[in-house]
């Protein structure tokens, strides 16, 4: 069985909307920053229901490069809408891409 590592962490006071909050909840990755994404599907739109009920209209779907220890790595699948507070990674699909994600010492490496 393949399992791939992708190490990143933030210390509370860098919290602001350009990081990124795990998120167990969330069933895909989304984030307002379209500056970020390095290729978008603009023909891709969709609408999900937020945890308060309300709909959240996702205007595309795109990638994302992100540089590690190991490498550049890509995050595929990002729902890219404006009505965001904060960008969210899904743990979900982060599993579904065989990643792990290792909790210890208040710390998430993925």
Do not use: P
């Amino acid at each position: 069985m393949e399992t791939n590592h992708f190490f990143t962490n933030t210390k509370k006071k860098y919290f602001n909307n350009k990081n990124w909050f795990l998120n167990s909840g969330c069933t895909n990755h989304m984030t307002k920053r379209r500056e970020i994404l390095s290729y978008i599907d603009h023909f891709f739109s969709s609408s999900i229901k937020h945890g308060d009920k309300k709909i959240l209209e996702v205007i595309s779907m795109g990638d994302m490069e992100v540089s590690t220890k190991r490498g550049n790595m890509n995050v595929s699948g990002i729902y890219y809408a404006l009505d965001l507070n904060h960008s969210r990674l899904s743990v979900g699909k982060m599993l579904e891409m065989k990643y792990k994600l290792v909790f210890e010492d208040n710390i998430c490496n993925i």
